[in-house]
């Protein structure tokens, strides 16, 4: 089965760094979701994009956060400056389309700001 | 707000024996429902989902979910666990019509004992 693939798996920060996170979405998938999970929290969605721009954000993605899909076949989250909040789990998901299509979820990269 | 709960954080049970995980859902019309499934080091893998239709829905590796509307239950049942289904599950939920955007629970960590 086709995967979601993202590098790095485990990331370390100093707090007040840019980190980007990225994503290799399935190929002829077409929407693209960051959701991140804070340990002991919930999986929380931060953003959707489609047709390179974001159709939907939550109130988590602020403007320290901004994503990309800069050549067609990565998709990336950018932290402009992290905070030490910002650690957690995030998950890159894909899926060929909405209105009951499923979600493919990449295996997430461990962030730790320090 | 829509939410989801999942009750048990963890639950242990035996080799062989059957097993049920709850799940309940907060939202005022019927929503989209999936669980998915996390090993250790893996993405979160889509176990099955409800949009309409049967209420009793079958899915991957023996799993099946009732959608249950008078109580807002979307339980996850299996009738004999393998000690392979040691795994974190969560449920989720997702607006009619936009299944990218999932609100998730908490997750339960199901231990299996040999």
């Known amino acids: 089965e086709p995967e979601v693939t993202q590098t790095p798996s485990h990331q370390v920060t100093q707090m007040g760094q840019e980190v980007i996170l990225r994503c290799v979405p399935i190929s002829n998938h077409l929407y693209f979701y960051w959701y991140r999970q804070i340990l002991g929290q919930k999986v929380e969605f931060l953003v959707s994009?489609?047709?390179?721009?974001?159709?939907?954000k939550s109130e988590i993605f602020d403007d320290q956060f901004s994503v990309e899909r800069p050549d067609g076949s990565n998709f990336t989250l950018k932290i402009r400056s992290t905070k030490l909040e910002d650690s957690a789990m995030y998950f890159c998901a894909s899926s060929p389309g909405q209105g009951g299509v499923r979600l493919f979820f990449g295996s997430g990269t461990q962030l730790s700001v320090l | 707000a829509q939410s989801v709960t999942q009750p048990d954080i963890h639950i242990t049970v035996s080799e062989g024996a059957s097993l049920e995980l709850r799940c309940n859902y907060s939202?005022?019309?019927?929503?989209?429902l999936f669980w998915y499934v996390q090993s250790p080091g893996q993405g979160l893998q889509l176990l099955l989902k409800?949009?309409?239709?049967?209420?009793l829905v079958q899915g991957i590796k023996g799993f099946e979910a009732e959608f249950k509307r008078s109580q807002s239950s979307f339980n996850l049942r299996k009738p004999s666990v393998h000690w392979s289904d040691a795994a974190e599950y969560f449920c989720a939920v997702a607006p009619s019509g936009n299944t990218g955007k999932l609100i998730f629970g908490q997750g339960t960590t199901l231990q299996v004992k040999p």
């Open positions: 994009f489609y047709n390179n721009e974001i159709s939907e």
């Open positions: 409800y949009f309409s239709g049967d209420t």
């Open positions: 939202y005022g019309a019927t929503p989209y």
